[in-house]
């Protein structure tokens, strides 16, 4: 924006303010949603419900672990609506994420037996309570450090 249009702005009576014209573009974004798909019809239900909406780039389907990628310029929440909205099933946001990412990928609240191989739960953005779980205790963080080879004056009896 110019000095001409800053003073021009300053001095415009309609009442319209300069912020208002601009609008804020959205960020390019990957969403992966957690449908649960049966069928060929269901895949290509799925897939066509998000395909006409505004600002998709790419649409990818993994049928095995029941998920759904988007690429585009578009709210995770309302793909996650449209989705339910337009197929009528239950659909949510990707809750897994690699467990060489979770400290304690074990811990109670972490650990899910639904999850694809090689995934955990993510503890990060969900329930308060399952990230409390996740946690290691103190004795527990001395006893993996007694025994881990990255400590040099740990046991070395195995």
């Given at each position: ?6 003073i ?17 573009r959205?960020?390019?974004?990957t ?21 006409g909406m ?20 578009v ?12 197929t ?29 191989a090689?995934?955990?739960?993510n503890?990060?953005?969900g ?32």
């Open positions: 924006m110019g000095a001409l249009d800053h021009s702005d300053m001095f415009d009576c309609s009442g319209r303010s300069s912020h208002s014209k601009y609008k804020k959205k960020q390019l974004q969403v992966e949603v957690k449908v649960k798909m049966d069928c060929e019809g269901c895949e290509r239900k799925v897939k066509r419900s998000v395909e505004k600002g998709v780039s790419s649409v990818d389907i993994n049928p095995k672990q029941h998920k759904l990628t988007v690429v585009g310029y709210d995770p929440d309302k793909v996650v609506e449209r989705v339910a909205h337009r009528g099933k239950k659909a949510e946001l990707w809750p897994y994420v690699p467990y060489d990412v979770v400290a304690h990928p074990y811990a109670p609240g972490v650990y899910d037996k639904k999850a694809p090689g995934y955990v739960r503890t990060e953005y329930d308060p309570r399952t990230s409390q779980l996740a946690r290691a205790s103190s004795t527990e963080v001395r006893y993996t450090t007694a025994f881990s080879d990255e400590n040099p004056q740990a046991c070395a009896i195995m």
